[in-house]
């Protein structure tokens, strides 16, 4: 009895919360009237066996995960709000918690009754993992929204596995239990060092230390890698080994085990102690033609002569003069990786379209060919023929 007591000294709060529905209202009083004579009934019946387990129901929650399309005042006036009170909540939301909107795909709104009839008497906006805020009937009616805590838990996960027979790295790294996100930044971090369509063979072994982020014991995300070992079968390198390190500046990088940059193909590209003397700018004024005209990529000053290593193994797809880059090659790496070294003054020997070069060797020479105002070297990394930042594969 007390407990549908309760019931009903809610539901009085929730005619304030929500007075257009009366109609449900009365029809929970009625229920929760008839529901209290039914747990008498059962306390005789059952003379306090079994039967009074059932007691009052027990409180309900429902949970929307936000689609394209919906608006905050949709989802809860779909949960019975009246018009009014959803226009006041998310009037609260934006002033109290500075929260204008409810996106797709990234939030969630749990709804919270003290039974499944009840009106809803608590919200949960979970927007994005890491936000809560929670909106709560207060006894007066009135909704108040406070941002909560969101206690999360950061794990160090080691996981390993062996390509099989057959197999490939995305699927054997999914398979021993790596969330999918934490394999492609593996296979980004070693895109340089291995050719994942080509140099995978079986028995090849690798290791991953990764943070795993949970929350109310659920894993959110995969985070970020923190070491990985990755056996080569190309050459006589052995295991492959990156640990992440954070700077005190707050810039991270990933480490050989002896504290050299691990991503050696980019480190030692293009030239050791060449200094920067254009970044890359999507809206760079040109210096010879005068007009803004985006610079692809980085400038090395260097005299004229220097020699020009290659950035990683690769394949030269081109060897050519043109007006803009004057003498240039155009190196195809592993998994969408391209580079390109322009301005050259000559060619090495022996380098020519379907050369396959080493990682460190030389490919050319510093000039000034084509629209260049003196000697440098201008060098631009392409990921699936998309022209990217270098220094943000570069430490410069
Ligand atoms: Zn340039």
């Given at each position: 009895?007390?407990?549908?007591?309760?019931?009903?000294?809610k539901?009085?709060?929730d005619?304030v919360?929500?007075?257009?529905?009366r109609?449900a209202?009365i029809?929970?009083?009625?229920a929760?009237?008839l529901?209290?004579?039914?747990l008498?009934?059962?306390?005789?019946i059952f003379f306090g066996?079994?039967?009074?387990?059932a007691?009052?129901?027990?409180?309900?929650?429902t949970?929307?995960?936000?689609?394209?399309?919906d608006t905050?005042?949709?989802?809860?006036t779909e949960?019975?709000?009246?018009?009014?009170?959803?226009n006041?909540?998310a009037?609260m939301?934006?002033?109290?918690?500075g929260?204008?909107?409810?996106r797709?795909?990234?939030?969630r709104l749990?709804?919270k009754r003290?039974?499944?009839?009840?009106p809803?008497?608590?919200?949960v906006?979970?927007?994005?993992?890491w936000k809560?805020i929670e909106m709560?009937?207060?006894?007066?009616?009135?909704?108040?929204?406070?941002?909560v805590s969101v206690e999360k838990?950061?794990y160090?996960?080691?996981k390993?596995?062996?390509?099989p027979?057959?197999?490939v790295?995305?699927?054997?790294?999914?398979d021993a239990?790596i969330?999918i996100?934490?394999?492609?930044?593996?296979?980004?971090?070693?895109?340089?060092?291995?050719d994942?369509?080509r140099?995978i063979q079986p028995?090849?072994?690798?290791v991953?230390?990764?943070?795993?982020?949970?929350i109310?014991?659920?894993?959110?995300d995969?985070g970020r890698?923190?070491?990985?070992?990755?056996?080569?079968?190309?050459?006589?390198?052995?295991?492959?080994?990156?640990?992440?390190f954070?700077?005190?500046?707050?810039?991270?990088g990933?480490?050989?085990?002896?504290g050299?940059?691990?991503i050696?193909?980019?480190?030692?590209?293009?030239?050791?102690?060449?200094s920067v003397s254009?970044?890359?700018?999507?809206?760079?004024?040109?210096?010879?033609?005068g007009?803004?005209r985006?610079?692809k990529?980085?400038?090395?000053?260097?005299?004229t002569g220097?020699?020009i290593?290659s950035a990683?193994?690769?394949r030269?797809?081109?060897?050519?003069?043109?007006?803009g880059?004057?003498?240039?090659v155009?190196?195809r790496?592993a998994n969408?990786?391209?580079t390109?070294?322009a301005?050259?003054s000559?060619?090495q020997?022996?380098?020519n379209?379907?050369?396959t070069v080493?990682q460190?060797?030389i490919?050319?020479f510093?000039?000034s060919?084509?629209?260049?105002?003196?000697p440098h070297?201008h060098?631009?990394?392409?990921i699936?023929?998309?022209?990217v930042?270098?220094?943000?594969?570069?430490p410069i």
């Open positions: 009895m007390e407990k549908a007591k309760t019931n009903i000294d539901n009085n709060c005619v919360c929500a007075p257009a529905n109609t209202i029809a929970v009083v009625v929760s009237i529901l209290s004579v039914l008498i009934a059962g306390g005789v066996g079994r039967g009074m387990v007691a009052a129901p027990p409180p309900h929650e949970v929307v995960a936000v689609q394209s399309g905050l005042s949709k989802l809860l949960q019975n709000l009246t018009k009014g009170d959803a006041a909540i009037a939301l934006k002033s109290d918690c929260v204008s909107g409810i797709a795909g990234a939030d749990t709804f003290a039974n499944e009839e009840a809803v008497d608590k919200i906006l979970a927007s994005g993992p809560r709560t009937c207060g006894a007066d009616g009135k909704w108040s929204a406070a941002e838990s950061t160090l996960v080691r390993s596995g062996k390509i027979a057959g197999g790295f995305s699927q054997t790294g999914i239990g969330p996100g934490v394999v492609y930044e593996i296979i980004n971090l070693l895109a340089f060092e291995i994942f369509e140099d028995g090849q072994e690798f991953v230390l990764y943070e795993e982020n949970m109310d014991g659920r894993t959110i995969g890698v923190i070491f990985v070992s990755f056996d080569t079968h190309l050459d006589r390198r052995g295991k492959l080994e990156m640990y992440r954070e700077k005190p500046d707050g810039k991270f990933f480490y050989d085990f002896e050299k940059g691990a050696k193909s980019l480190k030692r590209t293009p030239i050791d102690g060449a254009s970044k890359f700018n999507p809206n760079r004024k040109h210096p010879v033609l007009f803004t985006a610079h990529g980085v400038d090395f000053r260097a005299a220097t020699p290593p990683g193994a690769g030269v797809v081109k060897r050519e003069f043109n007006s880059y004057g003498n240039f155009r190196i790496h969408g990786f391209e390109v070294y301005h050259m000559r060619f020997k022996g380098i379209v379907g050369t080493a460190g060797q490919i050319g510093v000039g060919t084509g629209l260049s105002t003196g070297l060098f631009e990394i392409r699936n023929n998309v022209a930042n270098p220094a943000n594969y570069l």
